[in-house]
C-alpha cells in the first residue's frame, strides 16, 4: 500500500506554467513507475507522462516538448514541471504509483487545473 498526495493545481492563464507535486507515504525509491494521469469531463483519465525508478520516462504525444516529469527518490515525490499550458490542460490532475512494473495502480485524490484567461 501506498498514499499520495498531490498539490500546486490551480488557475493559471494560457501559454502560463505549473508544477505539481505528488508526495508518497513510502520511500519512492521501492515504487517502479510514478506517474501522472488526468481526466477532464466526460473524458476517461489518460496519461499525462510516467517515470520509472531508473528514469525512463514515458509522455503523451501532447504534451511532449511541453511537460516534464521529475522524481525525487530522497523526499519520496514525483513533479511535472507544466509549460505553455492550453485550454485543453484543462482537467483533474492525478499521481499515480506502480511499486512493480507491472502492478496495481495506487491513485493520488487529484487536483484541479483549470487554465482559462
Known amino acids: 500500500q501506498v498514499q499520495l498526495v498531490e498539490s500546486g493545481g490551480t488557475l493559471v492563464q494560457p501559454g502560463g506554467s505549473l508544477r505539481l507535486a505528488c508526495a508518497a507515504s513510502?520511500?519512492?525509491?521501492?515504487?517502479?513507475?510514478m506517474g501522472w494521469y488526468r481526466q477532464a469531463p466526460g473524458n476517461e483519465r489518460e496519461l499525462v507522462a510516467r517515470?520509472?525508478?531508473?528514469?525512463?520516462?514515458v509522455y503523451a504525444d501532447s504534451v511532449k516538448g511541453r511537460f516534464t516529469i521529475s522524481r525525487d527518490n530522497a523526499k519520496n515525490t514525483v513533479h511535472l514541471q507544466m509549460n505553455s499550458l492550453k485550454p485543453e490542460d484543462t482537467a483533474v490532475y492525478y499521481c499515480n504509483a506502480q511499486l512493480v512494473r507491472f502492478g496495481p495502480h495506487y491513485w493520488g485524490q487529484g487536483t484541479q487545473v483549470t487554465v482559462s484567461s
Open positions: 513510502t520511500s519512492s525509491d521501492s515504487i517502479y513507475w
Open positions: 517515470i520509472s525508478t531508473n528514469g525512463n520516462t
